[in-house]
């Protein structure tokens, strides 16, 4: 069954996006960083996301924005204090503060680029959920929800290797529009006409 996102389900979803993004910078935050990321995206007016669920168990699941910066003064303003305190205890390296400020300015970036200001942040399918068409019905509804609240156009980045995914986005629609270096990985960007 898929469903509206929401914060209950926040933890595992931070589980599948480590497991399934395994070498994204997110991921690399930890289970503490990443959890919290989608409770804010659960909460936050501007995000959305779907989850396919069956026996309580998220089998995949889809996330959205209406605008990065948007979710970023959110988290800045509602939650700045706990991924605050969750971000210290990362800052480990010069790497990790140039990464993390490399995702402050990440918005701008893609503004000076003129591409639209909606996002499909992120999505992953559970082993045990590949091979029944969730990830297709979830960008659907995902798509859906941006018709509804009167966005005509959304980005997806994503690694240029990951051959899946960038066949997911095109068979959903998405159209490449360029390509980026993203924390040293070139990373393909995909826009989609919400119809």
């Not at 289970?31 to 989850?51: K, M, P, R, W």
């Not at 699941?61 to 979710?71: H, I, M, N, Q, R």
């Not at 993390?100 to 970036?109: D, E, V």
């Not at 992120?122 to 609240?149: D, H, M, N, W, Y």
Request: net charge positive; proline share 2%; hydrophobic share 45%.
């Amino acid at each position: 069954m898929i469903t509206n996102f929401q914060k209950q389900y926040a933890s595992q979803v931070a589980g599948l996006h480590i497991s399934g993004i395994s070498n994204g910078f997110i991921s690399s935050l930890g289970q503490g960083f990443v959890t919290a990321l989608y409770e804010a995206i659960a909460e936050d007016e501007n995000s959305f996301g779907f989850v396919a669920v069956e026996d309580g168990e998220v089998l995949g699941f889809v996330a959205f924005t209406t605008g990065l910066s948007k979710l970023y003064k959110y988290v800045a303003l509602k939650k700045g204090l706990k991924f605050g305190f969750i971000l210290v205890r990362k800052m480990t390296s010069l790497g990790i503060l140039k990464k993390i400020w490399s995702n402050i300015f990440y918005p701008g970036k893609m503004k000076s680029l003129d591409l639209p200001d909606a996002e499909l942040l992120s999505i992953v399918i559970a082993p045990q959920g590949r091979g029944k068409g969730l990830a297709t019905q979830l960008v659907g509804r995902g798509f859906e929800e941006c018709a509804s609240r009167g966005i005509g156009k959304v980005k997806v980045l994503v690694d240029a290797a990951n051959e899946l995914a960038n066949k997911l986005y095109l068979k959903c629609g998405f159209k490449l529009a360029g390509q980026i270096d993203s924390h040293g990985v070139i990373s393909n960007i995909y826009v989609a006409q919400i119809n």
